[in-house]
């Protein structure tokens, strides 16, 4: 037998006191799923599976990132220091360079 409810109640109009208006209705209630426990927990771990595959996906992904941030620091760190060698070496070549005039040398290249 299906779960009907001929009669339902709403409430029109905004005015003080608010008006209750009755109206008969052939629309059945939805009839409710009959959830055991242990279906309950199959959904709950379904869901749970789905949840641990989406974080594992990311935390995958995000390693992945994190390895190619750390490659690209380490090269930026080898340019840097390869820039401040070079600044060096511009610095003593100009030093060697005003001791080659002070003694009289002729500079080698």
């Known amino acids: 037998m299906p779960n009907t409810n001929p009669v339902r109640g709403y409430l029109t109009g905004f005015g003080s006191p608010p008006i209750l208006?009755?109206?008969?209705?052939?629309?059945?209630?939805?009839?409710?799923?009959?959830?055991?426990?242990?279906?309950?927990?199959?959904?709950?771990?379904?869901?749970?599976?789905?949840?641990?595959?989406?974080?594992s996906e990311l935390r995958t992904e995000l390693k992945n990132d994190i390895g190619e941030l750390k490659e690209g620091q380490e090269r930026i760190e080898l340019r840097l220091a390869n820039v401040a060698y070079r600044f060096g070496v511009v610095d003593l070549q100009s030093r060697v360079q005003v001791l080659e005039e002070k003694m009289g040398i002729k500079p080698e290249k």
């Not at 209705?25 to 709950?44: C, E, Q, R």
């Not at 771990?45 to 595959?53: D, G, L, M």
């Open 21 to 55: 208006e009755i109206r008969e209705t052939s629309k059945a209630w939805p009839k409710a799923k009959k959830i055991t426990i242990d279906g309950l927990a199959a959904m709950v771990q379904k869901e749970f599976s789905a949840s641990h595959s989406e974080i």
